[in-house]
């Protein structure tokens, strides 16, 4: 069976920007790779394989680095059959999806964004840009690189902002954005006892030209709100 190497994914986005969901158009067998328990739905002819990373190369240390980015251990790779066929994908926390074309940039995409991709994309697992650095938020997040359709997801409504010489966003609004901009994490406030007596803490000041995209809602504030109020398992 000859597998078509076509680096663009057909990617509809449905009911936006709420409960958005995407529905994956594949072309005769066609290949793309998703995140473990994203799948909604699929033609009955769709093949599914699942590995820790890339099909034919998956690892427990390449799965281990996954979970440690927020990922799941696994990752689930989609082919058309000769007919071709769709799958449709859904996000964790209720919010709306982005298609990204990649053409050889890279993208640094927060842990527990990343959705779908083109077999061809390379995903490092282990990109530590912010580690030694204290955070609230995740350490560990995902880079992206290559040529390709990338999906990703975001809790509450995404939208890009410019960067052209410094712009400052809270860390855990932040969705991804292009390894283009240099970033550092710094007080969001004039003292550190106001940043934290304020709520926000550390936030991150990214500097030079490049697109950061952001999510309308935060999942730790709403993680923390929400998790006083459940029940403990008996």
Request: hydrophobic share 35%; with cysteine; aromatic share 8%.
């Amino acid at each position: 069976m000859e597998i078509i190497n076509n680096n663009s994914l057909d990617v509809q986005l449905h009911l936006q920007p709420g409960s958005t969901a995407a529905e994956i158009k594949l072309k005769p067998f066609q290949e793309f790779t998703a995140e473990a328990g994203s799948m909604i739905a699929m033609s009955a002819n769709i093949q599914m394989s699942t590995t820790t990373h890339k099909k034919n190369s998956g690892g427990i240390i390449k799965g281990l680095k996954r979970m440690l980015s927020g990922e799941s251990f696994f990752l689930n790779h989609y082919t058309g059959s000769s007919q071709g066929g769709n799958v449709w994908l859904s996000t964790t926390l209720s919010g709306d999806m982005l298609v990204k074309e990649l053409n050889g940039e890279g993208l640094i995409v927060q842990g527990g964004s990343y959705v779908a991709s083109s077999p061809e994309l390379e995903i490092n697992m282990n990109w530590q840009g912010f580690k030694s650095l204290l955070s609230k938020e995740s350490l560990f997040w995902l880079g992206i690189k290559g040529k390709g359709t990338l999906v990703i997801n975001s809790f509450g409504a995404i939208y890009p902002i410019q960067v052209n010489g410094e712009y400052i966003v809270d860390t855990g609004h932040i969705v991804a954005f292009e390894e283009t901009l240099n970033f550092s994490l710094t007080k969001a406030g004039k003292s550190w006892i106001s940043s934290f007596l304020g709520g926000e803490g550390l936030v991150c000041k990214f500097k030079g030209q490049g697109t950061v995209w952001i999510q309308s809602h935060n999942t730790s504030s709403f993680g923390s709100i929400l998790g006083p109020k459940l029940k403990p398992r008996k």
